[in-house]
């Protein structure tokens, strides 16, 4: 099976960046899309990006398109969000999520195969 850990996450103040990463593993020559999903306190797992496998396909949730940025090495296996102009709302677990394939095929929660242990992210106002 597949693995996805996640890094970076810290304590910023609002309007500052920060930059998360997914290193994923799995089966040699399996390719994988990557999903980073976040949960506020006391609120549901939430869709935040998600990148095909080429790395030519990026998707936004309405709350931090223009602010987000994701990215990937594959040749790192690595796969890196970039968070710009944070907000408190921003406040949350995030995590990296890996299924198998190439095409970003959904943005739910069920989409994804690999979980990682998340990452805390909190944003001071």
């Known amino acids: 099976g597949g693995a996805a850990v996640e890094s970076g996450g810290g304590l910023v103040e609002a309007g500052a960046s920060l930059s998360l990463s997914c290193t994923y593993s799995g089966p040699t020559l399996t390719t994988y899309v990557i999903g980073w999903f976040r949960q506020p306190p006391g609120k549901e797992r939430e869709f935040v990006s998600a990148?095909?496998?080429?790395?030519?396909?990026?998707f936004y949730a309405d709350s931090v398109k223009g602010r987000f940025t994701i990215s990937r090495h594959n040749v790192k296996n690595t796969v890196y969000l970039q968070m710009d102009n944070m907000k408190h709302e921003d406040t949350a677990v995030y995590y990296c999520a890996a299924d198998p394939g190439t095409r970003v095929s959904g943005t739910a929660v069920r989409d994804y195969r690999y979980w990682g242990q998340g990452t805390q992210v909190t944003v001071s106002s």
């Open positions: 990148i095909s496998w080429s790395g030519g396909s990026t």
